[in-house]
């Protein structure tokens, strides 16, 4: 990846956690951590990874992406907004009765949303349905899915890694953001998930660990997946709340969204990261 290729996508990044601020600030709600641990790789997949047309949302060939931690939609509602699916301005009303973008992502009601997911655990199922679907249509289109590290205690993600690996899904990416946090405290204390590649791989996927802030390791990874002949896992290290100093690390920002003063400051700290990157 070349550095102009690098800060762009970073930039990219920077704003879309600003989005995920200016959203669940106007809603009063919602999920800024995960958001923002995830905004580094939904900035790489809609603008370096995925094939897409944002013109056409429902074009039939087109990668698709499901959100398997449907809460965590703030951030990629940003992207989608900075990819041109809907305007920017829509973040505002983010869980506003009637709005596009409510807490969840829902596929009816907003374009660039392939799978409507909440529940956790579900998503990667969905995006196994996808996968196996281009495989039976001998299509080439790609499926990406995200889920967090917590959501990995839910059963329902082994039987879908089960399917995955006995259908051979080698169009198939799972990603699986490991910010270590979850709603009730850590990865570690609540549920015990590691080892995921180890998991991963007894059901027949490739696997690869990286940090899911380095956009090079990013590049890297989705070279793998693309290049592998079985499902891929891609475990991402990341930082709960990464971006604003005040987030970083903490489970309190699962789930609630700034107040007037956290949110100047969390604004004023991404504003200045951004100066810096253009300047």
């Keep these: 990846m070349t550095h102009t ?52 949302p429902s074009w039939e060939d087109r990668d698709r992406f499901v959100l398997s931690k449907g809460h965590c939609c703030p951030s990629l509602y940003a992207v989608l907004a900075l990819k041109g699916y809907f305007d920017w301005s829509e973040l505002e009303k983010l869980r506003h009765v009637g709005a596009m973008l409510q807490g969840h992502p829902d596929m009816k009601g907003t374009p660039g949303i392939d799978m409507s997911s909440g529940s956790l655990g579900q998503g990667v199922s969905a995006a196994c349905g996808m996968a196996l679907a281009a495989k039976m249509d001998h299509k080439d289109y790609r499926v990406y899915t995200v889920l967090g590290d917590g959501e990995c205690e839910e059963g329902e993600v082994w039987e879908a890694a089960m399917f995955a690996g006995h259908k051979n899904l080698s169009n198939l990416t799972v990603i699986v953001d490991c910010n270590g946090l979850q709603i009730d405290g850590t990865t570690e204390e609540v549920g015990g998930v590691e080892p995921l590649d180890t998991k991963f791989e007894s059901f027949g996927f490739d696997t690869v660990k990286i940090d899911g802030h380095d956009f090079d390791q990013l590049e ?46 969390a604004m004023a700290e991404l504003e200045g990261k951004l100066r810096d990157l253009e300047g």
Excluded: C
Excluded at 35 to 56: C, G, H, R
Excluded at 229 to 256: C, D, N, R, Y
């Design 220 to 265: 890297g990874a989705f070279s793998k997946a693309r290049a592998s002949e079985k499902p891929f896992a891609i475990l991402m290290k990341t930082v709960k709340g990464k971006g604003v100093s005040f987030m970083e690390g903490q489970v309190s920002w699962h789930g609630k969204a700034t107040n007037a003063e956290e949110y100047k400051e």
């Design 5 to 56: 290729d690098k800060k762009a996508l970073e930039i990219l990044a920077l704003k879309a956690r600003m989005g995920a601020i200016i959203g669940t600030f106007n809603a009063k709600s919602g999920h800024p951590g995960g958001s923002l641990s995830a905004a580094d790789v939904f900035t790489y997949l809609y603008f370096k990874e995925m094939n897409i047309d944002p013109s056409n």
